[in-house]
DNA sequence: CACCCTCGAGTTCA
DNA sequence: CTCGAGGGTG
């Protein structure tokens, strides 16, 4: 570490450049003059080293011409060009961000969870390789992997990790990390032409903690956790930035450290042992982590693991495991890779943290069904890397089985390292002014009394649910949302300000019948109280103790008001419905509301299913209606089926049928078909023959079910069931024993895992789209369930 | 009738 | 991600 920190001193933000800085051009003048000369002698350097592979210049010489630039650039930030050295890497206009495709795929590793499970799979390991073997065990720092690749020792280039076949060039921040040394310290003629190193770049605590602390004070937004600060900072652009923002960018990115743990492309390497990587790695002057060691047998690595699940905290960094590999080099090639990770690597992920904090109260939310669901609501704590502040508890039988009061001390954990749950009290803690739960009698949005759906049923619902504004609200969302017709701008602020604006009295929409019948001008008047984005709660005025509003769909007058006019008023004229409010009048409605309605006309052609998904109707996701859309055909077909004929779809059963028929059986529910209708919505899947018209079984993928996971390359993950759907096969959402094809991209989690655990054959994204387009024959044969490492193990992408 | 697949719904945070 | 429950199969 200390090591890393020593050879920044040659980095742009150092004191050296500091000393450089005092002696800046007295004037712009001065300093334009100056800064074209050393840009024209940069570039004419750079063209030399990177084009014609010849030095002009020492690099020393090379980087004092660099310093010098960035200094006045720093002085005079008018002078900066957007073709400045400065701003460009390796002679190619700036890259930030851009895709870098790494020499070397960047693989992720399989996880295990408990000390048998990693014996497990040392002992497999030790299996394959015939012996015993040594383990490299280090600490699994959460931050965010990079490559680094270095060129006859000089820095040209820093990439995220991305899918890990394409990252972000990030290299031009990447400049200002101090721990990140420009160059390697190694002679010239002895750095290897290229290499690729892999490292993870994250916040200290102390430095986040105190990153937090400043943002603060300056009245700026907290960072969740160090991950995200990191990812932040290096994720920022320069452009548009004032020299005081440039100069905390820069502040904060140099304080983000780095510890690196391999290498990528590396043709021949002069070492034996991940071990020696690492001496060399050092001796390049790359810091490495003070935290490893190399174990001699694989429980002396579960002890090391033991003991840092044990000391997590100790440590200057968040750790999220245990990263150990095989030691001997030579092994590595031996076992290979699977297409996604390599299987001399396993990565110890710790349980998922728990904490203790105050449950203050326990609230009660309804959803769009009218499901009453009580939340916990916490004094907010740090839980494996976020801030939580509430939790679901499900329904009331879950209170009382977990025993928590209102007032009590709780256990708090991340299920899957994600969703946040209270698991119970700490009865110790309590000194008797805990209070019991009492599920309301009545919806806490409404007042309707809350009931059973059915006999028997733990959930309590709102009957309300034509009118429960929570209930109207949740479905208007619910129209907006992906699954549904994905209508942007309608999401859960677009819907409340649309069903439960302060103003006009009378909400635009009283229903989700008027959706389509809306306006600019219906739009226009609308006011929402302001939230504030983390408690939720509702900001006052500081003037007047009112709640702030806002009018989100009129953004601001079209020109400045002058003379008399600006003097007579300087607040917003009232809202006159019948007056010009568009045009030629004093406002721009804003861009909001005109996307909007954009946006509601583009969805009225959208495809029956997904207007069966509006609807709301029980049972019925994007899978069930997709069932009966390709079946009927029409909604009209679908209202005058009965219960039996709706039963016969595949995939519906009685439930889901009466389901549907009970719902076309609502008044207000035929009311929402008619007015969406009568606003232009064809509910109809064109071409469709007719009810109960086979399903097109032709298809290349006729029988076939087949699971996409990750990214797809060329697909979104709809489009990518969409083309499985088209095809005549079967979308699953989940791998099973009836999986025929598990198409996986980077990223896929632990459907490929379990994938490779049934043997379910995998491809990638140019297989999937060879089976999409002409059926599994395209694909030839499957490969044998053992492949050789030797395919997988090389560089480039994997060719599984 | 007992299983195993699936699906739907609610949910959290950046 | 996880739970609960519908649907289908043996």
């Not at 000089?154 to 990439?159: D, E, F, I, K, Q």
């Not at 002890?303 to 100790?314: K, V």
Request: charged letters at 25%; aromatic letters at 6%.
């Amino acid at each position: 570490m200390a090591r890393g920190a020593k050879r920044s001193a040659e980095g742009p933000a150092n004191g050296e450049a500091e000393a450089v800085r005092q002696s800046t051009p007295p004037d712009l003048a001065a300093a334009r003059e100056e800064a074209e000369a050393l840009t024209e002698r940069i570039l004419e350097l750079r063209e030399a080293y990177y084009e014609k592979d010849a030095l002009l210049a020492s690099d020393e010489e090379y980087d004092g011409l660099m310093h010098r630039l960035e200094a006045i650039e720093h002085a005079y930030p008018e002078v900066q060009g957007q073709d400045s050295p400065t701003q460009t890497v390796g002679g190619r206009a700036s890259t930030l961000f851009a895709p870098v495709v790494h020499a070397e795929r960047m693989l992720s590793l399989d996880n295990v969870f408990s000390r048998d499970e990693f014996l497990a799979w040392a002992a497999k390991v030790e299996r394959d390789a015939g012996r015993k073997v040594d383990f490299l065990c280090e600490l699994k720092i959460d931050g965010l992997a990079m490559n680094l690749r270095y060129e006859r020792g000089r820095l040209v280039s820093a990439a995220t990790r991305g899918d890990g076949v394409t990252g972000e060039d990030v290299t031009e921040n990447v400049r200002w990390i101090a721990a990140i040394p420009q160059r390697l310290d190694v002679p010239e003629a002895e750095a290897p032409a290229r290499v690729e190193v892999r490292g993870e770049v994250y916040f200290p605590i102390a430095a986040f903690d105190e990153l937090n602390r400043r943002q603060e004070e300056a009245g700026d937004r907290l960072f969740a956790n160090p991950r995200n600060a990191a990812s932040g900072s290096l994720r920022q652009k320069e452009e548009g930035k004032s020299t005081d923002a440039l100069e905390r960018m820069h502040d904060r990115i140099r304080r983000l450290q780095l510890l690196v743990h391999g290498i990528g492309a590396w043709p021949d390497p002069p070492v034996a042992a991940q071990s020696q990587v690492y001496e060399l790695l050092q001796s390049w002057g790359l810091p490495t982590s003070p935290y490893y060691r190399v174990a001699h047998s694989a429980e002396e690595a579960a002890d090391f693991i033991t003991y840092y699940g044990e000391h997590r905290h100790s440590v200057e960094h968040e750790i999220d495991g245990v990263v150990v590999k095989v030691d001997e080099l030579a092994l590595h090639e031996e076992l290979g890779a699977t297409s996604r990770a390599p299987r001399w690597a396993i990565a110890y992920k710790y349980p998922p943290e728990q904490v203790n904090t105050k449950l203050l109260d326990i609230v009660v939310s309804v959803g769009r069904t009218g499901r009453a669901t009580p939340f916990a609501v916490m004094e907010p704590v740090r839980v494996a890397g976020s801030t939580v502040r509430q939790a679901t508890l499900h329904n009331q039988d879950v209170v009382r089985a977990k025993g928590v009061l209102i007032g009590d001390t709780v256990v708090l954990r991340k299920a899957g390292d994600v969703i946040p749950e209270v698991l119970g009290p700490v009865v110790e803690l309590r000194d008797g002014s805990e209070r019991e739960f009492v599920m309301p009698a009545n919806c806490p949005e409404c007042g309707t009394p809350l009931a059973p759906a059915k006999e028997g049923d733990v959930d309590l619902r709102c009957p309300n649910a034509r009118a429960c504004p929570a209930q109207v609200r949740g479905r208007v969302e619910h129209i907006g949302s992906r699954g549904a017709l994905d209508i942007e701008g309608l999401g859960e602020v677009g819907a409340a300000a649309l069903t439960q604006p302060v103003i006009p009295a009378t909400p635009p929409l009283v229903t989700e019948a008027g959706l389509f019948e809306l306006t600019l001008r219906d739009l226009f008047p609308i006011e929402v109280v302001v939230r504030d984005a983390e408690t939720g709660l509702v900001k006052l005025d500081e003037s007047t103790g009112e709640p702030d509003t806002r009018t989100p769909f009129r953004r601001q007058r079209k020109a400045p008001l002058e003379g008399r006019e600006a003097s007579k008023t300087r607040s917003d004229p009232p809202f006159d419905p019948d007056g010009p409010f568009d045009g030629d009048a004093a406002y721009i409605v804003s861009s909001a509301a005109t996307e909007l309605i954009d946006e509601l006309e583009k969805a009225k052609t959208k495809e029956l299913w997904r207007f069966l998904v509006g609807l709301s109707i029980r049972h019925v996701g994007p899978v069930a209606a997709r069932a009966l859309a390709g079946y009927f055909g029409s909604l009209d077909a679908i209202r005058a089926a009965s219960v039996e004929e709706l039963a016969a779809v595949d995939g519906v059963g009685p439930i889901i049928g009466e389901a549907v028929a009970d719902w076309f059986a609502v008044d207000w529910h035929q009311e929402i078909v008619r007015r969406w209708a009568d606003a232009g919505v064809r509910f109809e899947v064109r071409g469709h023959p007719g009810p109960g018209a086979a399903a097109a079984a032709g298809g290349v993928l006729a029988g076939l079910t087949v699971v996409a996971t990750g990214t797809l390359e060329g697909y979104t993950r709809e489009g990518a069931e969409e083309a499985i759907l088209a095809a005549g096969g079967k979308a699953a959402g989940s791998v099973s024993k009836k999986t025929d094809f598990v198409a996986a991209g980077p990223g896929a989690g632990s459907k490929l895992a379990k994938a490779e655990q049934l043997g379910v054959r995998i491809i990638d994204a140019a297989q999937f789209k060879l089976l999409v387009e002409q059926g599994p024959e395209a694909l030839g044969p499957a490969p044998g369930v053992k492949p050789d490492g030797d395919a997988e193990s090389g560089s480039g992408p994997d060719r599984n």
